[in-house]
């Protein structure tokens, strides 16, 4: 799909139905017939396509009692006002990164992506045997929405850049497009914040409304040509070692289903979840050589005085966040005894068996 394709379908800016004007979920017994949003441009490789297969595997799954229609960005709603829609009853489903949403509830964020935390399998971890999900349950209740993991971008990039940051002085006074804690890490060191959704970035960095941008990694980055643009394209993830896909229920729509149906579309959701974090792993490092090989895209990594002081940041943010009230609390301290076992366990047995991995040279060589 070209770039201009999905630049067409773009989001915040896009012209939409307004949310208060789509009909209200019918509860009719027997086939359901529901609507999902995304905050994605339509066909997008990924996190859009992964949104339409999600909800053809819901159909396969229930012998085609459940269907779901796909809405990309700005057709129905623009992209930030998925959860709203939802929320309101106006739309079933949405599908987007639980961040989008801070302005509702700075905890969300925590399901989204915290810089220096976990990584997409330790978020699973964290889910289902530390207690996070029922914590989203409470926090997205609040909001009449039932959450469930459906995907995940994997490890991202630290995002493109017109000009190298070789130094801390070099953010001061940075315009980049970067969401969630991470923009807020960024402010602290004199850059300038802004959130703006995927179809919109690529004009807004040709024509300098901003001097940077992250947004996922090497496959997604090349579809949108940011490499035309910005040549440096720097490694060092700090804000997303995952960045969590949400299918995010209205909460009387779920419950209007069945104990079977629930459990199918968990299935399934968590089934979209394992295969999209292959697909980004796979994808990425072809896209990332195609960058380089092809594009002369030129990759930088951020020194490390400045990971240094990016994580010291980081850590002031996100506690700031656990200190909005009694529930940001419990998730920051369920979140982070995660994090501290995930790092122990790692410690031991993860990153040896990775340095040892990489001692026979000519080990995996093709016969």
């Not at 959701?269 to 195609?290: F, M």
Request: charged share 25%; net charge neutral.
């Amino acid at each position: 799909m070209e770039r201009r394709k999905f630049l067409k379908t773009s989001a915040l800016g896009s012209v939409g139905v307004a949310a208060g004007t789509l009909a209200a979920p019918a509860y009719a017994a027997g086939k359901r017939r529901l609507k999902m949003v995304t905050t994605w441009p339509k066909n997008f490789p990924g996190v859009g396509t992964r949104a339409v297969q999600f909800a053809k595997d819901v159909e396969a799954a229930t012998d085609g009692d459940i269907k779901i229609k796909v809405y990309a960005a700005g057709e129905l709603v623009p992209a930030l006002g998925a959860f709203d829609a939802v929320s309101g009853g106006k739309a079933d489903i949405y599908h987007g990164v639980d961040y989008y949403w801070q302005g509702k509830h700075k905890a969300f964020s925590f399901f989204g992506a915290v810089p220096f935390g976990l990584t997409p399998f330790e978020v699973v971890q964290w889910l289902y045997f530390g207690g996070g999900q029922e914590l989203w349950d409470e926090l997205s209740g609040q909001f009449n929405v039932k959450p469930l993991l459906c995907g995940n971008t994997s490890m991202q990039m630290g995002g493109w850049f017109k000009k190298e940051i070789n130094s801390l002085e070099d953010f001061k006074g940075l315009r980049m497009r970067i969401p969630g804690m991470g923009g807020e890490i960024l402010k602290r060191l004199g850059a300038t914040p802004v959130t703006k959704s995927g179809g919109e970035i690529f004009l807004a960095l040709s024509q300098g409304n901003i001097d940077a941008s992250e947004w996922v990694g090497p496959w997604n980055d090349l579809a949108f040509g940011f490499y035309k643009i910005a040549p440096y394209y720097y490694t060092s993830v700090f804000h997303e070692p995952a960045a969590n896909v949400a299918a995010g229920f209205n909460k009387e729509v779920w419950e209007s289903l069945s104990k079977s149906q629930q459990a199918i579309i968990t299935a399934v959701a968590g089934d979209n979840h394992q295969k999209s974090v292959a697909e980004y792993n796979a994808q990425n490092i072809i896209a990332l050589r195609t960058l380089v090989d092809k594009h002369g895209v030129q990759l930088r990594q951020f020194s490390p005085e400045i990971m240094k002081r990016l994580a010291e940041v980081a850590s002031d943010v996100v506690r700031e966040v656990g200190e909005t009230d009694e529930l940001s609390r419990r998730i920051y301290n369920s979140y982070m005894e995660t994090r501290k076992n995930c790092m122990d366990w790692a410690e031991i047995a993860d990153e040896p068996y990775a340095a040892a991995r990489r001692l026979p040279e000519n080990y995996g060589e093709k016969i």
